[in-house]
């Protein structure tokens, strides 16, 4: 029990003042007798002062009560009472993993106190519950359900999580957490994240039909970050290197920034940062490197965005072989695309053991296609004209035609599918006859485009670079893209394109990270999806006739959403504290642990009772 008025407590003073006037008011009683001879057994009278002995009465008694009542209702005493078990409901928890849950200005991360909160809410489990952990960042995940892996292996599965990602795709997880639900028990979500979460308008939208209690960790911290990183290539052998750097913070911030090349410091720049803004520095190199880094130096709050990788593939990346005695104008079509080493070559010079993650035929066709992605252009056949203003048709709806808009377009004529590409599937036709095709052919895949690119003003018409583009970086089959946020999935080229594939992520060796390359062969997935270590992922594809084939990546940390570390202004309609314990979304109703009982209003009442009692014997007849 606690007082929340401790100096009440100076009311028990009252208790010897009621016993003094007590003894004060105690007075000799007169007694009426026949004669005093019959009081000579007494002894003789005792004159001066003498003990009192205390009368105890129950007029004293109750006076006594009565003040020692009052003292205590003065001094507020608060009882706190644990409640019973609680009964039985399922939990689920949506853990935030994005990359802001690593800033540090809570010790020693957002994230491991995020951690700490979730273990003591699956240990705090009623018997007959449930509890299901799901995280979200890029996407929402389901990590574990004690119905089916118990609460230990649920912990353990805790205990292993990273954060990193990029994006707070809450709604999902809140969709997974529902399709989750047991119906046999009463639901209760409970969110774990800081208050710069992106999707704060959920608490502007209709209540969630269930309890969602919101628990944050963190502030709002200063912090810089680097969000953007590029690298131009200048044909007479060197580069050109543009960092810019954001200050989210409300004042001016001073950074110095380091370049580095292949690893190695080359140069460096002092960069003042305007409040709530971004600054460049361009840095022109007489030189070339395969990866290029900027690092802030110095320390903030999230140290993750302090640094940024680039691969230039100037020392082999993504490789596209061109076969064509006539290259133009594929060949400027495909030197305008970002990231890609183009090499051109006669169909007389052409082997099939040349390496390329996509060979481009113009005009040509090898007796042997070369495994892998395959495009084919002026396929050698026939040629057939098509008539002006013919209709297309789009028999089957492709995400390569995405953007390509074929208005204006005068093809004039199209060549018919060689016999060796006759499987193909028509994407593309002009009154029955096919424009464009795609499908396998063997362990090719391949896309023909068979409007003749030497008539009409297709190759003069913006739809072509489009579909060149759009060929290339085909959904699911293109090139790697030279930067990823943390979190993203990086895509994994086919069996077909990569027989023998190896990956080394970022800080692959290292002691800190754990992080060990990993080989794929049959059966590998289309992406992979453990990027949360900012860094330069490397893909060497062996097994091919011409050698090894290395492309990279580079996986940075500085995107605004995550590194804005300020509080979204949705702080007004949301109750929660910085602490982590937890809050209450309006339209939900948590639940307590334990109840406070303030004694005062109990005590006055009985302290009437009793004044009331003792005014009845006074008074009494």
């Avoid at 028990?12 to 009081?39: D, I, K, N, Q, T």
């Avoid at 979200?136 to 205990?159: H, Y």
């Avoid at 089957?396 to 006759?422: K, M």
């Avoid at 290292?510 to 453990?530: E, K, Y």
Wanted: net charge negative; glycine share 10%; no cysteine.
């Amino acid at each position: 029990m606690t007082f929340a008025y401790p100096l009440g407590l100076l009311g028990l003073l009252g208790l010897p003042v009621v016993l003094v006037l007590h003894l004060f008011r105690e007075r000799r009683r007169r007694a009426a007798v026949s004669h005093l001879g019959l009081w000579n057994f007494l002894e003789a009278e005792v004159r001066g002062s003498r003990p009192r002995r205390i009368p105890i009465t129950l007029l004293l008694l109750l006076d006594l009560l009565l003040a020692l009542l009052l003292a205590l209702a003065w001094a507020r005493p608060q009882l706190a009472l644990a409640l019973p078990p609680q009964r039985a409901r399922h939990l689920v928890i949506l853990l935030d993993v994005s990359t802001s849950m690593l800033a540090q200005d809570a010790a020693p991360t957002r994230f491991a106190q995020a951690q700490g909160r979730a273990a003591e809410l699956l240990q705090g489990l009623p018997p007959g519950g449930a509890a299901t952990l799901v995280t979200f960042g890029t996407g929402a995940q389901v990590i574990a359900d004690t119905r089916q892996s118990g609460l230990q292996e649920t912990l353990a599965a805790l205990d292993a999580l990273q954060a990193g990602e990029t994006g707070g795709d809450l709604r999902a997880a809140l969709a997974l957490g529902l399709a989750r639900r047991d119906p046999d028990l009463p639901l209760e979500f409970h969110v774990l994240t800081d208050r710069s979460l992106a999707d704060y308008r959920l608490a502007e939208e209709a209540p969630f039909p269930h309890p969602l209690r919101w628990h944050f960790f963190g502030g709002e911290a200063d912090n810089q970050a680097l969000v953007d990183l590029s690298v131009r290539l200048l044909p007479e052998g060197g580069m050109q290197v543009l960092a810019r750097a954001a200050n989210y913070a409300g004042q001016t911030a001073g950074r110095r920034l380091l370049l580095e090349l292949d690893g190695d410091a080359v140069e460096e720049a002092a960069l003042s940062i305007p409040p709530r803004s971004a600054a460049a520095q361009v840095w022109s190199l007489d030189r070339q490197a395969e990866v290029v880094s900027v690092r802030l130096a110095g320390s903030d709050a999230l140290p993750a965005d302090d640094q940024a990788w680039r691969p230039t593939r100037s020392g082999g990346g993504a490789q596209v072989l061109l076969v064509a005695d006539d290259p133009q104008p594929l060949q400027r079509a495909l030197e305008a695309l970002p990231g890609i080493s183009l090499r051109v070559v006669s169909p007389e010079d052409y082997s099939p053991s040349t390496p390329a993650g996509l060979t481009v035929l113009r005009g040509f066709l090898p007796e042997r296609l070369p495994a892998g992605r395959v495009l084919v252009f002026d396929p050698p056949s026939t040629a057939r004209a098509v008539e002006p203003g013919t209709p297309l048709q789009f028999p089957v709806p492709d995400e390569r035609l995405a953007g390509v808009d074929f208005n204006g377009v005068r093809w004039e004529r199209a060549y018919e599918l060689p016999p060796s590409l006759a499987g193909l599937t028509p994407l593309v036709l002009a009154g029955g006859q096919p424009l464009l095709a795609a499908g396998q052919a063997g362990s090719s895949q391949v896309v023909a485009v068979l409007a003749d690119l030497g008539r009409g003003n297709f190759t003069r018409h913006p739809a072509f670079p489009v579909l060149v583009a759009n060929l290339v970086f085909a959904p699911g089959q293109g090139l790697l893209p030279e930067t990823l946020y943390t979190g993203q999935p990086l895509p994994l080229p086919a069996e077909a394109q990569a027989p023998l594939l190896r990956l080394t992520p970022a800080g692959a060796g290292s002691t800190v990270t754990g992080a060990q390359s990993v080989t794929f062969n049959s059966g590998r997935p289309a992406q992979w999806d453990d990027t949360l270590q900012p860094g330069v992922y490397t893909l060497t594809i062996d097994g091919l006739p011409g050698g090894p084939v290395t492309q990279q990546v580079g996986v940075n940390a500085g995107a605004a959403v995550e590194s804005d570390l300020q509080a979204r202004p949705w702080t007004g309609s949301v109750q929660g504290d910085a602490g982590g314990r937890g809050g209450v979304l309006p339209g939900g109703e948590g639940e307590s642990q334990e109840r406070t009982l303030d004694l005062s209003p109990l005590l006055l009442g009985l302290a009437l009772f009793i004044f009331l009692w003792e005014a009845w014997l006074a008074w009494r007849p």
